[in-house]
C-alpha cells in the first residue's frame, strides 16, 4: 500500500499597503494614549491618598494633653479673697509624636453650666478683625495676662470674654513666643483664662500681680460648680477637660481642680 501523503501549501502572503500601516499606526497611538491614561491617573491617585494619608496622621496624632488645672482666686489681701475661682492656669503639652500645633489656631470652650466662653488666642487677628487689646508680640506673657484681665475694646469688647493668653514654662528648641507660640513635642506652657465673675471686679491682685480693673466673663466658679472645658486645634482631636469644684474654698489662694 503506498503511504498517504499529505500535501502541504506554503501560503506565503501577507496584507500589504497603505491600509495595514495606518491600522497598526492607530493601534499604537491607541496604546500610547491609553498608557498615558493609566499613568496619569495612577499619579493623581498617588498624590491624593499620600494627601488624605497625611490628614488622617495629624487627626490622630494632633493631640493637646492637659496635665493639670490650678484655680486662683482674686484679692485684697490674703484674709479679702473672692468666693469664686478668677483664673484657670491651665497646662499643657502635647501627646508623643504629635505634630506642633499652632496655638493661635486653638480655640477653647469654658461653661459653667450658665455662661459658655469661647476663646481664642491673644495675638489671633483674623477672627475678631483684631488682636487682643494692647497685646504685645515682644512682651512677657505675664505681662499680656495682666493686659487679658484689665483692658477692653470696642471690638470684641472686653479681653477676658474672647482671649486668653500663654506663658512657657518649658521651650527647649524655642519654638514658642508670645507672637509666634508653636508647640512642639516636649514643649510645657500654661494657658491662662480668666474666669472673674461680674461681683469680683473690685479685687486689686491676682496672684502676685496688681490689678487695676478687673473685667467680667460672665462665668462663676463658685464651689460646686461643674466646670466643662474643650481645646479645638486646628488640626486633631479636641481636648476635653471635665471637673467639679471642691464644696469650699476655705482660706486657700489657689485650688487644685484637675485632675
Known sequence: MKANKRMMNSDTGAQVGIGTLIIFIAMVLVAAVAAAVLIQTSGVLQQKAQSTGKQATQEVSSNLMIKDIEGVR????????????????????????????????VVISITDGTTTNNLIYGANDKTYGNDMANFSSTATGAANLLKMLEDTQTTPGDNAKYFYTIGKIRDEDGSFSQGEPVMNTGDLVTFYISTVAVGDTAYTKMGTATVSALKSTGLVIEPRTVVNIVLTPEAGAATTADFITPSSYGTKETVQLYP
Open 74 to 105: 482674686a484679692k485684697n489681701n490674703a484674709t479679702s479673697m473672692a468666693d469664686n475661682i478668677s483664673l484657670l492656669k491651665m497646662k499643657v503639652g502635647l501627646n508623643v509624636g504629635s505634630s506642633p500645633v499652632d496655638m493661635n489656631q
